[in-house]
């Protein structure tokens, strides 16, 4: 019999973590994983390799950081963050990076269109070319109460939205990812609400944290960190940083995220990090560091407080924590 190690910063009882748990026995109650199973479960273990062209932006990086985002937290090696990822369009455990090798990153191109003046489909290399690049080291906190420390590179959000011109007084931003189940096997299972998507008030996303990322690590982003760009909201619970995004979209209705549309009661719009507001199945007060393994307590948005508390002071009567 083949037992496998376990790897130190494998969290005992969260392989099957909670997130994908829900992914799991929805996919179960609705007959979906039985009746297609083995074609899924096969593509996933698969994981066929594809050849790709050197990327184009490589020489790109790495990036200059910049200073203002430092941390107190040691960084997580590359090598437990590229092992450890949530990409549910490439299956419902933490284990998806040789899955993911699936993603085809170029050609790629990324949409922007709604309330603004200057709609445009961006080839992605023109769209990693047309601003300056920057290092910044983030925190990021997923709800299931694990946390790593990431040197993503990336366009800051609030750069890209000025360059595009949204109408005065839009108010949201929404983001969504591709939607190929040839290329992501995860969207084979029907009832799920394919593809992915986020969304910001506009004020988050004019606020200096949120970042577009191309890279991590000093280098363009690898597939399973949702290549070749995603997001980082670093206050906001890990969710909420959508991965491989192809449209962008300026909206004055609240986008319905991916999460919300599977449980608006565990998972919300807001989703900002709080220790004092539970999960409704577990305790948000301390996390998990990957790589130390170590239970620190949670900070309240995630140490960010001091750039974004004041975005949610006017909002009343709405769940900011989940
Ligand atoms: N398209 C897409 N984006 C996504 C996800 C996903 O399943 N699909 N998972 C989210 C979750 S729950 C987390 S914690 C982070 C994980 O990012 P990482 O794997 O780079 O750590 O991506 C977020 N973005
Ligand atoms: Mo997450």
Redesign the pocket.
Same mark, same amino acid.
Request: hydrophobic share 25%.
């Given at each position: 019999m083949l037992i496998r190690q376990k790897k130190p910063w494998e969290i005992a009882g969260l392989q099957a973590t909670p *997130?994908a748990a829900f992914l799991n026995r929805r996919a179960l109650m609705q007959g979906a994983l039985l009746a297609g199973g083995s074609g899924l479960l096969g593509a996933l273990a698969a994981g066929p390799a594809f050849a790709d062209t050197p990327d184009p932006t490589a020489s790109l990086y790495p990036a200059k950081r910049n200073p203002a985002y430092t941390l107190g937290r040691a960084l997580t090696p590359e090598s437990v963050?590229a092992n450890y990822?949530?990409?549910? *369009?490439y299956g419902t455990s933490k284990r998806i990076a040789a899955a993911a090798q699936q993603l085809k990153t170029r050609p790629w191109s990324v949409t922007v269109d709604g309330l603004v003046d200057k709609p445009k489909t961006w080839a992605i290399d023109d769209l990693i070319r047309a601003f300056p690049l920057e290092e910044r080291l983030y925190r990021?906190r997923?709800v299931e109460a694990w946390a790593?420390t990431i040197p993503w590179t990336g366009i800051p959000l609030k750069a890209f939205v000025e360059k595009m011109r949204p109408h005065a007084g839009v108010k949201y931003i929404r983001f969504e990812?591709f939607n190929d189940p040839q290329m992501a096997p995860g969207q084979e299972v029907p009832f799920d609400p394919w593809p992915?998507v986020e969304g910001l008030t506009m004020a988050e996303a004019m606020n200096d944290l949120p970042l577009l990322v191309t890279g991590a690590y000093g280098k363009p982003l690898l597939k399973?960190? $949702?290549a070749p760009l995603r997001l980082a909201v670093p206050w906001k619970y $890990?969710?909420k +940083?959508?991965? +491989?995004i192809t449209k962008i979209t300026f909206t004055n209705e609240r986008p319905k995220t991916f999460w919300e549309a599977l449980d608006s009661s565990e998972y919300g719009f807001w989703a900002n990090v709080n220790p004092a507001v539970p999960h409704p199945r577990w305790s948000q007060a301390t996390e998990r560091v990957l790589g130390t393994m170590e239970r620190v307590p949670t900070v309240i948005f995630n140490g960010y407080g001091t750039e974004v508390a004041g975005l949610y002071t006017n909002i009343k009567g709405q769940q900011l924590y989940r």
């Open positions: *997130e963050n990822n949530n990409f549910y *369009e990021h997923c790593m990812t992915y399973q960190f $949702g $890990g969710f +940083s959508i991965k +491989s």
